[in-house]
């Protein structure tokens, strides 16, 4: 675990920032490569200029879910620290909150499928999400509970994990979350070769990582606890499997109805 992996003259070089960019190049990449397989070329054109509009709703929403339900507590006493990223804090699930808003403000404006194209985002986006999590290894955040034994994670002085529990074992939460993101990376390629309605890969997406999110949020030690003792990420986990289980319901039924009609 290294949060710099060295310096150019006396600008730090950020092991987080290097993985976070690897993941937006490597999740991009792949969505344009299966976009080329599945022969959606005229999807790609698209999707290259939305990118920097979306890479910016993510961000502003990965802070605001960050600062206002994760650790409001502090920055209402920091306020001049909220538009500090460059000092972490940020929240995948406000990130991906953040991105599908501008998403659909974009697909409207240009008259594209949106669920055409958050079928095909889907894949990138899961694998950007594992590299993020090793970005949290690296930089010692996202952590779990003490293990209360002799096995398991123990940061280096330097990260918010070592100041919270000093040299305690912990829950390798983040570890777990990267792998349950590889695994349902490979789920989706391989549910991406059936034939299945417009929109259900996305939702499929949608709900099996907040699932495992809201299990794995039992071991986090760096959250504050609500009601049903929840964390937010717990209740935003939720939250997001009902309304894609709603949304699933509603598209099985549109797709029905236009059946019956045709």
Request: charged share 15%; glycine share 10%.
């Amino acid at each position: 675990m290294h949060q710099y992996l060295g310096h150019i003259g006396s600008f730090p070089i950020r092991s987080y920032s290097i993985l976070f960019l690897l993941a937006i190049l490597l999740g991009l990449g792949v969505t344009v490569t299966l976009a080329k397989l599945q022969k959606k070329d005229h999807l790609i054109e698209p999707l290259l200029d939305m990118i920097v509009p979306v890479l910016f709703g993510a961000i502003i929403g990965s802070r605001f879910w960050h600062v206002f339900l994760f650790d409001w507590g502090y920055y209402k006493n920091n306020l001049w620290e909220i538009p500090a990223i460059w000092h972490g804090g940020l929240s995948i699930q406000g990130g991906v909150v953040g991105a599908l808003l501008v998403g659909l403000w974009y697909v409207r404006k240009h008259q594209l499928s949106f669920w055409e194209l958050a079928d095909l985002c889907a894949p990138g986006l899961i694998l950007g999400q594992s590299i993020g999590r090793d970005a949290n290894l690296m930089n010692g955040d996202a952590f779990g509970d003490p293990t209360g034994g002799d096995f398991g994670l123990v940061y280096p002085e330097g990260t918010v994990a070592r100041a919270t529990y000093g040299d305690q074992p912990l829950w390798p939460a983040e570890v777990w979350e990267g792998q349950m993101d590889v695994i349902i990376f490979a789920l989706l390629l391989i549910l991406m070769q059936k034939k299945m309605p417009k929109g259900y890969l996305f939702l499929l997406y949608s709900i099996l990582y907040n699932a495992g999110r809201f299990c794995l949020e039992m071991l986090r030690g760096d959250s504050p606890r609500y009601l049903f003792h929840w964390t937010a990420a717990q209740w935003t986990a939720a939250i997001v499997i009902l309304i894609s289980i709603l949304a699933g319901i509603y598209l099985a039924l549109a797709s029905r109805r236009k059946a019956e009609n045709n």
